[in-house]
């Protein structure tokens, strides 16, 4: 009787080492430099009083100091007195370690035997550098097929363990609220455009790529994107932090609900939960609205001020640039995170691809300009005709650019003379303007002349530098 009463007083003393039973719920901010927020809400059986409860399948990528644990059931009954992250990890050079000066069985290179293999049983001696073993009297520190371990050492874990030493007055089961920061889960912003025959108007979609590299299983996750690049992602996020008036956005967003403002940054949240296992990438729908208003033109950019190294023609290629404006009235209105755009031209029921560009987060009401390519039947042949230093950082300079079309129609051309320095214009064949301090631009009508002579531009300026 005396012997059950002392093992019962041992019991309500001597802390209790309990697992939690899995994930009720999870909730994913991703942002996308590869760092996500991760909130989980456990279900755990703890131990009455002083005791611990042992996290398992915790991410590889956790990042230790941002953990924070709380009990939804009783949070005033429950104190959590510490927690111990285990991550010493299962790996080759941590068994490695563990058998430090323990007997092994090492695979080695012998050309005696008829596979060229002979097992042995050795000493490990040292692993600083490439391991060192005793075989048969002998220091060993050649080349080796596979070490065999008689036995897994203890603390040895396939994934980090978070051990809860908690002091619980109240009831067993609870449901933990664990949040905490882990790398290598991302997203990325991919955009599809599709554009009518004329190439006027399209139709944008967007998809984001959810991607998991973090060694653990996230399973029916509610995923909210954060758009932007803060330089540390909000630790401890509530429901209430997140909440902000929605934006305007399409009809046709479809994957997710209309983003909201978080500090100077924007969350998408996804509206079906998500199943993202480790080394998986999966892709969702974000958005897709129709009757893009799309401007294309035609631009040239180059260097005004000569090299000096201009004995021959220099031929210039222009490229085809794409923008639209991000407003409701044009059938967006909603922030667009950066991604990669790409456009294709139907041509009745097959689609052409026309060119893939980076697109920069671009803010409700901004321009976003695309160069998905060079242009093919267009081209600028610049001739420097005068470049002169005419004091110790000035200069006088004068081009003729000669603009060919082969095409059928007239096409407009905007070039972008690059001009540096306090600098004017001196003489131009056309009508120039200054779009800011160090552009000098024309726009042109170049009108078919394959078979014909070059549209011809000239123009001359000075330059201090």
């Given at each position: 009787?005396?012997?059950?009463?002392?093992?019962?007083?041992?019991?309500?003393?001597?802390?209790?080492?309990?697992?939690?039973?899995?994930?009720?719920?999870?909730?994913?901010?991703?942002?996308?430099?590869?760092?996500?927020?991760?909130?989980?809400?456990?279900?755990?059986?703890?131990?009455?009083?002083?005791?611990?409860?042992?996290?398992?399948?915790?991410?590889?990528?956790?990042?230790?100091?941002?953990?924070?644990?709380?009990?939804?059931?009783?949070?005033?009954?429950?104190?959590?007195?510490?927690?111990?992250?285990?991550?010493?990890?299962?790996?080759?050079?941590?068994?490695?370690?563990?058998?430090?000066?323990?007997?092994?069985?090492?695979?080695?290179?012998?050309?005696?035997?008829?596979?060229?293999?002979?097992?042995?049983?050795?000493?490990?001696?040292?692993?600083?550098?490439?391991?060192?073993?005793?075989?048969?009297?002998?220091?060993?520190?050649?080349?080796?097929?596979?070490?065999?371990?008689?036995?897994?050492?203890?603390?040895?874990?396939?994934?980090?363990?978070?051990?809860?030493?908690?002091?619980?007055?109240?009831?067993?089961?609870?449901?933990?609220?664990?949040?905490?920061?882990?790398?290598?889960?991302?997203?990325?912003?991919?955009?599809?455009?599709?554009?009518?025959?004329?190439?006027?108007?399209?139709?944008?979609?967007?998809?984001?790529?959810?991607?998991?590299?973090?060694?653990?299983?996230?399973?029916?996750?509610?995923?909210?994107?954060?758009?932007?690049?803060?330089?540390?992602?909000?630790?401890?996020?509530?429901?209430?932090?997140?909440?902000?008036d929605g934006l305007s956005a399409p009809k046709a967003l479809a994957g997710a609900d209309a983003p909201e403002e978080l500090f100077e940054h924007h969350l998408y949240r996804l509206k079906r939960p998500v199943t993202l296992a480790h080394q998986q990438s999966r892709q969702v729908q974000l958005f897709e609205t129709s009757g893009l208003a799309v401007t294309r033109k035609l631009l040239g950019r180059a260097n005004a001020l000569p090299s000096g190294r201009e004995a021959e023609p220099v031929q210039q290629r222009l490229d085809a640039v794409l923008s639209f404006r991000n407003t409701a009235a044009l059938g967006l209105g909603l922030p667009l995170p950066k991604g990669v755009l790409r456009a294709f031209q139907e041509q009745g029921e097959t689609r052409h691809f026309l060119g893939e560009a980076p697109l920069e987060r671009t803010p409700v009401g901004n321009v976003a300009e695309l160069r998905l390519g060079q242009v093919f039947d267009l081209g600028v042949e610049r001739v420097a005709t005068r470049f002169e230093k005419t004091g110790k950082s000035s200069y006088a300079c004068a081009w003729e650019l000669r603009l060919t079309n082969a095409k059928k129609e007239a096409r407009r051309v905007v070039l972008q003379e690059l001009v540096p320095g306090n600098w004017k214009v001196q003489d131009a064949s056309r009508k120039w303007t200054r779009p800011s301090a160090g552009v000098l631009e024309f726009v042109v009508e170049v009108p078919p002349n394959a078979e014909a002579e070059p549209l011809v531009l000239t123009y001359s300026f000075t330059t201090e530098l």
């Open positions: 009787m005396r012997r059950l009463l002392l093992a019962a007083a041992l019991l309500t003393v001597l802390p209790t080492a309990l697992c939690a039973q899995g994930a009720k719920t999870t909730r994913l901010v991703v942002q996308q430099n590869g760092q996500a927020l991760v909130s989980e809400v456990l279900a755990a059986t703890l131990p009455r009083g002083v005791g611990s409860v042992v996290l398992p399948d915790l991410p590889l990528t956790i990042v230790p100091q941002t953990l924070q644990v709380r009990s939804k059931t009783a949070p005033h009954d429950l104190a959590i007195r510490d927690l111990s992250l285990d991550d010493d990890l299962l790996t080759p050079g941590n068994l490695l370690r563990k058998h430090l000066g323990k007997k092994v069985t090492v695979i080695i290179p012998d050309g005696l035997s008829r596979d060229g293999r002979v097992k042995k049983e050795a000493t490990l001696l040292s692993t600083d550098e490439a391991p060192v073993f005793l075989i048969d009297g002998a220091v060993y520190a050649g080349p080796y097929d596979a070490v065999i371990y008689p036995e897994l050492p203890q603390g040895l874990s396939p994934r980090p363990r978070l051990t809860l030493n908690v002091d619980n007055a109240g009831p067993a089961k609870q449901d933990l609220d664990l949040t905490y920061l882990a790398r290598e889960i991302s997203w990325r912003m991919d955009y599809v455009l599709a554009l009518n025959k004329a190439g006027t108007s399209g139709r944008l979609a967007g998809w984001v790529t959810l991607q998991n590299r973090s060694g653990a299983d996230f399973r029916e996750a509610s995923v909210e994107l954060l758009a932007g690049e803060p330089r540390s992602v909000p630790q401890f996020a509530s429901r209430a932090m997140l909440a902000a």
